[in-house]
């Protein structure tokens, strides 16, 4: 089992930067993938933001390109997603994911608001 908890989030005008956190705690030493997803007022999905591997490989939605950045401490068993130049359109609720090999599931944080005012 993995429990994984979002903090961070906030109001913020548009162009500010906020940065999520998300600490992680129990079976870590199986989490191999970790990532942000985000689900949009009025969407019934939740889409791809970024993920990182446990050896640092990254990977981006197009739209946050350049604008965000993910990262992980292992040390503190904590991810991270730097959004810089937020728009109105990031308005979401964010969700932290994490990824185990062995048995092979997800688990999900219970979720950070984000907002973005123009």
């Known amino acids: 089992q993995v429990q994984l908890v979002e903090s961070g989030g906030g109001l913020v005008q548009s162009g500010g930067s906020l940065r999520l956190s998300c600490a992680a705690s129990g079976s870590i030493v199986s989490i191999t993938v970790m990532g942000w997803y985000r689900q949009a007022p009025g969407k019934q999905r939740r889409e791809f933001v970024a993920?990182?591997?446990?050896?640092?490989?990254?990977r981006y939605e197009d739209s946050v390109k350049g604008r965000f950045t993910i990262s992980r401490d292992n040390a503190k068993n904590t991810m991270y997603l730097q959004m810089n130049g937020l728009k109105p359109e990031d308005t979401a609720v964010y969700y932290c994911n994490a990824a185990t090999k062995y048995p092979p599931l997800g688990y999900w944080g219970q979720g950070t608001q984000v907002t973005v005012s123009s």
């Open positions: 993920t990182i591997t446990s050896g640092g490989s990254t």
